[in-house]
């Protein structure tokens, strides 16, 4: 690991900053709470984060959990032209030293895939999707197999 805790470049893809932001703020709905109630919990310890500090956890600790499907997503998120948006933090991890811009933004889709973060129009949460494939209408299915189960 190298010694030396540099400010790094990270340069994202922008379609990927609103359902991490919405990650942080509500959860995923089912695993992760959306809010912490103090009131409930007063001798609970509270995980305070920030979008950039998010990026660095998903892709450093579930980065390389699902590459196939990572690579994929990013792959076809590029293909599209996506608008990149550039941050800027210390970090001595090898993946923010040495790795590739690309490899940086499959390692924080991979992990995002793995935690079920969707990101619309390439992932519904559970599965990648097809090009040709309409989010809302394949989201629009599982409501209905969810509602089946009730």
Not at 119 to 148: K, T
């Amino acid at each position: 690991m190298c010694d030396d805790n540099k400010v790094r470049s990270f340069s994202m893809y922008e379609v990927l900053e609103k359902p991490l932001m919405d990650f942080l703020m509500a959860g995923d709905g089912v695993n992760a709470l959306p809010v912490f109630e103090e009131e409930f919990y007063p001798d609970s310890h509270m995980i305070d984060s920030s979008l950039i500090n998010l990026i660095k956890f998903i892709s450093t600790s579930f980065g390389r959990s699902r590459i196939p499907a990572g690579f994929k997503i990013v792959e076809r998120i590029h293909s599209d032209n996506s608008k990149k948006k550039t941050f800027r933090f210390r970090s001595r991890h090898p993946l923010f030293v040495d790795g590739s811009p690309r490899y940086q933004n499959v390692c924080l889709v991979s992990g995002m895939v793995y935690l079920g973060i969707p990101i619309l129009p390439y992932f519904d949460g559970q599965n990648v999707l097809e090009i040709n494939e309409d989010p809302d209408e394949y989201l629009a299915m599982m409501r209905m197999e969810n509602a089946d189960l009730y």
